[in-house]
């Protein structure tokens, strides 16, 4: 299998490099052969290319199984505007891969219980899934620009959905929902939004026809992210549109304690996009503090997507094990508690148990 890897900017190559090297390792110990390419994206590709996701990375994609993406952005290109920000280059892969639904498991062991921003009684029990739209919504529709002179400016940008991007959407939902607790919660604002009104339409349709033994709930937007705070435990998958996704999954990611513990994969094209949710961090980029699990995590929803299981439980076993030992990378480590260590010992600890799980 060939797998594109774009580390990017800031800490991505650093987790990219340990996350790589887990791979090898272990599909190796199962005899499976994994190719693995390199190039640039984000930052590093503007200085490379002078575009953040040039064609000829998207035609490397294309042709690929899989990509594994670092993360991209950093102050050095934060004078850019428009299509040569960083990170207008992950809008562009995803849209060209056609990976509409990005999925973002947020689980709190009870060996993260206490770093946690909540209570660990508020946390406890959270294991939920959020299905966050990915190609359309607001950050594609059309019209969007600016108008007038400087002083009397007008912005606009446009939320549109269709019913089937609704619908495919939604059919990932309720399709990991009977993986999982059997639960669908759709968040919108149907009570302001005509584009919600029509989301919850199509989503109440969809469930009749095709999911009825799925139990389906709906939250305005608002009040999810109120009920994220309050109770998180009550969500198993959350279905939101693409604006609303960007904003609840960031929430959800902190209720681990860390961005670093949270992986993500963009799915629905032939080639799924697999990234961790925490951004490059350039202030400790180089330091070897980063911590790698998202990105180890990651991978491992890319192995399960590739349908090799057995290494994606490998990996998950791993990390549970370093985490119970009480490793920790600077992010989570709290002094007299746990054993604070670096990028490459984390992810060492890690390859070693998955090692022994396989």
């Known amino acids: 299998m060939n797998i594109l890897v774009l580390p990017g900017d800031g800490i991505g190559p650093e987790v990219c490099n340990e996350t790589v090297s887990t791979l090898e ?128 400016e007008e912005a606009f940008s446009t939320m549109r959905y269709t019913t089937a991007e ?66 998180p435990s009550q969500f198993d998958v959350i279905l939101t549109g693409n604006l609303f996704g960007d904003i609840l999954s960031d929430a959800a990611a902190t209720l681990g304690g860390s961005l670093g513990l949270l992986p993500s994969a963009s799915v629905g094209g032939p080639v799924g996009l697999f990234e961790p949710v925490h951004g490059s961090a350039p202030d400790i980029a180089g330091k070897g503090i980063a911590n790698p699990v998202a990105m180890l995590l990651s991978a491992a929803m890319m192995m399960e997507e590739l349908q090799h299981p057995e290494i994606a439980a490998a990996i998950r076993a791993g990390v549970d094990s370093a985490l119970n030992q009480g490793l920790r990378t600077a992010d989570l480590h709290r002094e007299g508690k746990t054993t604070r260590v670096s990028t490459r010992e984390m992810a060492d600890a890690v390859r070693e148990a998955a090692l022994s799980a396989l």
């Open 166 to 231: 609704i619908e495919r959407v939604a059919r990932v939902a309720f399709t990991w929902a009977k993986r999982r607790g059997n639960r669908v919660c759709s968040v919108d604002k149907a009570n302001v939004l005509v584009v919600s009104q029509l989301w919850r339409d199509v989503v109440n349709t969809l469930h009749k026809r095709e999911f009825p033994e799925v139990e389906l709930s709906h939250m305005y937007v608002d009040n999810a992210a109120m009920q994220l705070v309050v109770r």
């Open 25 to 152: 390792l272990l599909a190796k110990k199962k005899g499976v052969e994994l190719t693995f390419r390199d190039d640039h994206a984000g930052g590093a590709a503007i200085d490379h290319y002078q575009d953040p996701m040039p064609d000829s990375v998207i035609t490397k994609a294309k042709a690929s199984d899989a990509v594994l993406l670092g993360a991209v952005g950093g102050e050095k290109w934060d004078h850019l505007t428009g299509a040569m920000r960083p990170e207008s280059g992950l809008l562009k892969i995803r849209k060209e891969l056609g990976v509409f639904a990005n999925l973002r498991p947020v689980a709190v062991s009870e060996s993260l219980a206490d770093a946690s921003p909540l209570r660990p009684e508020a946390i406890a029990g959270t294991d939920m899934l959020v299905v966050r739209e990915l190609t359309g919504g607001i950050y594609f529709g059309e019209p969007r620009g600016r108008s007038g002179e400087p002083g009397n």
